[in-house]
């Protein structure tokens, strides 16, 4: 009797032991692969997709640390009706917003004045080719080639981005063009309405232009700029002048 107990007590023992050891993997440890299509959200267990991606968009995933897609990713994002929706609230209190959020002259001179800050998800997405997609994605992505969406944002951007509303990026190398582009460092051009660098050391081109660090050129009806640089436009504001037409 005493043997039997035994053995039955080494043996829930074990189990226990066994049973911490799987709890214990490590989730980089489940084994990824590569494949040629691919639903979105792609799944944890593949980190690769050489081909295309079809679905309703990319979200935060723990689970996988790196998502690569080489090809073509097509998404019927539901957020952009979201966004109009918003939008459209925005501008019916635009008056009221413009006035309770005036920028004070001590936040304009601050160092983060224009930053945009970048929020780190899992997995990291890249994308290599073409993005066709009505919405934007959740998660941290940067990409090289051509991207056509009613809006998004890059953690990195090299290549051509033309949106209904606007790109916006880390760093952006190449062209967008949206109502609004926001980066902070550009090494290209934005054309839109309303056109924003942290670092400019390209090409604005739009209604208003406003820069941080200008070492390129603003041309549009509104220049403004924090430091030096050239500017063509009715108006233009740096941090030495304001003139119209041209300013340096």
């Known amino acids: 009797m005493k043997t039997s107990f035994l053995m ?3 043996f829930v023992l074990q189990s226990a032991n066994a049973q911490d050891s799987i ?3 490590p989730l980089k440890s489940v084994k990824t692969h590569t494949q040629f299509f691919s639903l979105s959200p792609i799944s944890k267990k593949v980190d690769k ?7 309703v968009g990319h979200v935060e995933n723990r689970s996988i640390s790196n998502q690569t897609i080489n090809g073509l990713n097509i998404e019927a994002n539901p957020a952009p009706a979201v966004g109009a929706f918003m939008a459209f609230l925005t501008i019916m209190e635009l008056p ?26 899992t997995p990291h997405l890249k994308i290599n080719g073409i993005n066709f997609s009505t919405g934007c ?3 941290t992505t940067s990409m090289n080639g051509l991207n056509i969406s009613a809006g ?18 880390d760093k952006q190398n190449g062209i967008a063009i949206g109502i609004y582009n ?21 090409l604005h081109i739009g209604f208003i232009n406003q820069a941080r660090n200008n070492r390129g050129l603003q041309v549009g009806i509104l220049n403004k700029s924090n430091s030096k640089g050239l500017q063509l436009g009715l108006w233009n504001v740096n941090n030495k002048r304001s003139m119209p037409f041209i300013n340096w």
């Open 182 to 202: 926001a980066n902070n460092a550009l090494l290209g051009s934005t054309i839109g309405v309303f056109n924003q660098s942290y670092n400019l050391k390209g």
């Open 49 to 55: 997709v050489n081909g295309l991606v079809f679905g």
């Open 96 to 121: 009221n917003i413009i006035k309770k959020n005036k920028v004070p002259d001590s936040l304009k001179n601050s160092d983060d004045y224009l930053k945009i800050h970048n929020l780190e998800h």
């Open 152 to 169: 998004n944002k890059f953690n990195d951007f090299n290549g051509l981005s033309i949106t209904a509303l606007g790109t916006i990026a």
């Open 23 to 25: 709890n214990d993997i």
């Open 137 to 139: 994605f959740f998660t």
């Open 8 to 10: 039955l007590l080494l």
